[in-house]
């Protein structure tokens, strides 16, 4: 009774005291700043070990989901979205978020590491243990913003997990890659080498160029069998002074020349120079022919086996690096294929969105 009489007495002050403090929470429940909250959902890839997951199958099979989960746990069994959220909350990935949307700034932080708490206190990362969904939930001030830092989580989850992939397809297309460059520079080199060859002895295929030289060596000899044929027949009846023993005579003379040059058994060829050994292996024809190369524009039929064999060589070194070149690329790219199979892939489920209602405060709480 006395404390109600107090109470009474002082029902006045107790009004006052009431109004004001009703006043005070209406001014600071509308003071605090709005808070949006941006989910996006990922859908992770399995990539677990292969004979321990029978193990861990065998064990769900058995006694259930939830024995199985804690079968994988005891086991050392992974799956690709714990691994996913560790990333997630890595140094590296919060700092780049950090960087490209200038949060030190925006939370008012003046060192990197109050930064990273804030948005560590501003993000919630979850993985549903049953069925491997990862659940990303961003909350700040501008809800724009929030769903644009919700996305730029996946996208530093999908770098760092391509920039840190060190599966064994991995290494085997890098190895490959370095193995190409090395391998199309000495094709480079073969090609030119075989080129160059091809250019100082003007050749370009010794087998047809061959049976075109024989060709043209065997009608040069039959050509002039004919003339040496029809001067005899007019020598029976002419002099040798006659005009047309005489035309004969130098068509004789010239097919033979022609025969000559053409099969390297030019006069010319023998004579004492010491360097007519070598010509024969190394000097362009028309070094050979002792003359211009416009009297003598391909390599004699004597050089022909030398330069066949040369020209088989260079040939065959550039077959085989051209080879080993187009085997290399196709590995190459089956193995940027097995990279991609076993890189951990992030499906999205579900998108971020830009939030309609806030999430933070319950003002009239």
Known sequence: VARLRLLWNRRQFVLYAAGAGFVVSIV????????FESTIRLMPSEQEN???GILASAATAKAGADFGTVANDLLGLKSSGALFVGILESQTVQDAIISKFDLRKVYSDRYLEDARNTLRMNTVLSEDRKSGIITIQVTDKQPQRAAAIAQEYVQQLDRAVTQLNTTSAHRERVFLEDRLRSVKQDLDDAETQLAQFSSKNNTLDIQQQGKAMLDAAATLAGQMIAAQSEREGLRQLYTDNNARVRALNARVEELRKELDKLSGNDDRTTNANPRSASLVATDPP??????????????????????????????????IQETVFELLTEQSELAKVEEAKETPSVKVLDAAEVPERKSYPPRLM
């Open 286 to 319: 028309g070094d050979l022919a002792g003359g211009p190369s416009a009297e003598m524009p391909y390599p004699s039929i004597r050089r022909l086996p030398l330069l066949g064999a040369q020209y088989a060589d260079y040939y065959r070194r550039t077959k």
């Open 28 to 35: 600071v429940a509308f003071s605090i700043a709005k808070q």
């Open 50 to 52: 292969a004979g321990m």
